[in-house]
């Protein structure tokens, strides 16, 4: 049975002790299994070891680069035996280092995150470019900490995109509040357009970003195809329009969809494939017992299957 690896990169002080122990006081994580938390630095935060060790947490500190060798890391998986491994990695020491460091043979890196002080990230872009970006390169996550909440996120965003495309961007707030800093400008459709073509492609980003930031399309006119589906419960004129997604597999499908309004919906047939020219409200139903956005449909025309049924 493999023994899950989760990394934690970036440089002193940019938050990712806090999360840390965030995430190892979540009894959902532990589970009552066994931790062993590397920390390949010791900042101004430290954890609390005999809170953690309740919780089958056991710290091991590495005190210099040098340390973290293939043998010291056999040595730990010997004498902790652990069920999940964390490690808090100090990007000084280079992500190449952690890279040419081979794990024990049943340990499996799941997850990668970099954490970002934003008070600081201009300026170790500008003189410390490449160990910045280096972990971002193989991260699933990059989250910048201690964000002004009226300042605008997109550049950041942007200047972390160019180095790592598929990343994910999370920016948390001092005030307490997060947010994604995707701009108009950083989507891949024209939001000035008199009429907002949707392309396949794109699709699943309209979906998440308009549940995201409703909004930001509140009022705006959108055109996509997808596909007509009835849905028992929704209220009278209203049909669910969307596309079937692989999230991340063939195994792995979800309906992205929207509650739309049509005049003539009783015409509409199951399954079928339309072209949807439509209004976007952001707006609370009490059918759907949540506020987002709804589609008004300003014609509604009949299509062929695209090639790619599923995006």
């Not at 680069?65 to 808090?88: C, K, Q, S």
């Not at 004129?237 to 997604?245: D, E, H, I, K, V």
């Not at 199951?270 to 956005?293: H, I, L, Q």
Request: with cysteine; aromatic share 10%; charged share 30%.
């Amino acid at each position: 049975m493999s023994v899950p690896v989760y990394m934690f990169a970036g440089f002193l002080e940019s938050g990712k002790t806090s999360f840390i122990a965030s995430v190892l006081g979540d009894p959902g994580f532990t589970r009552d299994e066994t931790t062993l938390l590397i920390q390949c630095e010791e900042g101004m935060e430290e954890y609390d070891e005999e809170s953690l060790a309740k919780s089958g947490v056991s710290v091991v500190y590495l005190d210099s680069a040098e340390e973290v060798t293939t043998e010291r890391m056999a040595a730990l998986a010997e004498e902790y035996d652990p069920d999940r491994v964390i490690i808090e990695y100090n990007s000084v020491w280079t992500i190449e280092r952690l890279g040419g460091c081979m794990l024990p043979r049943l340990w499996e890196v799941v997850q990668i995150m970099t954490a970002v002080d934003a008070t600081t990230f201009d300026n170790y872009m500008t003189n410390m470019r490449q160990i910045m970006t280096d972990p971002m390169k193989v991260s699933d996550l990059v989250i910048f900490n201690r964000c002004d909440p009226k300042q605008s996120k997109s550049p950041w965003r942007r200047q972390v995109k160019a180095v790592a495309p598929r990343v994910n961007v999370l920016f948390e707030n001092t005030d307490g509040t997060s947010e994604d800093g995707v701009a108009d400008e950083d989507l891949p459709y024209d939001m000035k357009a008199g009429i907002i073509d949707i392309a396949d492609e794109h699709i699943p980003t309209f979906y998440i970003d308009s549940m995201d930031h409703p909004e930001r399309y509140d009022r705006k006119t959108v055109r996509l195809v997808g596909q007509v589906f009835s849905e028992k419960g929704m209220p009278k004129g209203f049909y669910l329009f969307g596309r079937m997604a692989m999230t991340c597999c063939a195994d792995d499908m979800a309906f992205l969809g929207f509650a739309c309004e049509y005049d003539k919906a009783y015409e509409l047939v199951e399954k079928s494939w339309v072209e949807v020219t439509a209004t976007v409200d952001k707006e609370y139903r009490p059918e759907f017992r949540a506020e987002g956005p709804v589609l008004r449909a300003v014609s509604v025309v009949a299509t062929k299957k695209p090639k790619d049924e599923i995006i």
